[in-house]
């Protein structure tokens, strides 16, 4: 019922920049989305959260990123965006997009969903 779409990865030299997107759609149901955001996992590492922001505007940012990269939705709150600045190796990871999602029907469900994930290579 819910599909998140990620897009926007790909190989980038040091420095560069490069903007993911993340969609979410719902079918047979009413929803309302608390929050999006964006977790990277490196190869042999733990995913971990690289930028969240729920729908009252408020963003969270892993210290490695902070002035680097911005996290953003559209009006609808329904897409967001991560613009991702000044790239180094070390952000080279593939990343998902999560969304903490509220289903409406005979009760109200709330779970968090993920993306397939996007590869970003950030190398020379």
């Known amino acids: 019922q819910v599909q998140l779409v990620e897009s926007g990865g790909g190989l980038v030299q040091p420095g560069g920049s490069l903007r993911l997107s993340c969609a979410a759609s719902v079918s047979g149901s009413s929803f309302s989305i608390r929050a999006m955001g964006w977790y990277r996992q490196a190869p042999g590492k733990q995913r971990e959260l690289v930028a969240d922001?729920?729908?009252?505007?408020?963003?969270n940012y892993a210290n490695s990123v902070k002035g680097r990269f911005t996290i953003s939705t559209d009006g609808a709150k329904h897409t967001v965006y991560l613009q991702m600045n000044s790239l180094k190796p070390e952000d080279t990871a593939v990343y998902y997009c999560?969304?903490?999602?509220?289903?409406?029907?005979?009760?109200?469900?709330?779970?968090?969903?993920w993306g397939q994930g996007t590869q970003v290579t950030v190398s020379s």
């Open positions: 999560n969304a903490d999602v509220i289903l409406y029907g005979l009760t109200a469900r709330r779970a968090y969903h």
């Open positions: 922001i729920a729908t009252g505007g408020s963003s």
